[in-house]
């Protein structure tokens, strides 16, 4: 899947979560490779920080291994933006979804990853995998 997957924030955290049932498979994704925006960096950082409580040593080598496996995070633009509201208002999706499926297609990425999102929903040339369900 490298460089055709984009990877919603929920998958980076199972691959960091310890004693978690699909800490495995995410580590697995995220070690093959594929595509994040600074969205997802943004919330990353935000829920290991406030919500895991990690310290800033931690949260810093965390983000070193996921630039490491991805490369660098896909800026957030006024054009992606303006094209999450359309995904937002014509799909009815959370505006912070469709910020996410807006950075996918902007990347060009075919398969968007992600336990949040409806299995198997298309929005123009992104389609949603939840790569933790039997049959992804």
Known sequence: MTGECFFDTNILIYAFAAGDRRSARAEEL???????????????????????????????????VIAELTGPARPLTVAIHAHALKLARSHALAFYDALIVAAASDAGCQVLLSEDMQHGCKYGGVTVRNPFLAEA
Do not use: C, H, M, Y
């Open 30 to 64: 995220l070690g093959a490779g594929g595509t994040i925006g600074v969205q997802v960096l943004n919330e990353f950082t935000n829920v290991v920080s406030r919500k895991l409580r990690w310290d800033w040593p931690e949260v810093d080598a965390a983000l070193s």
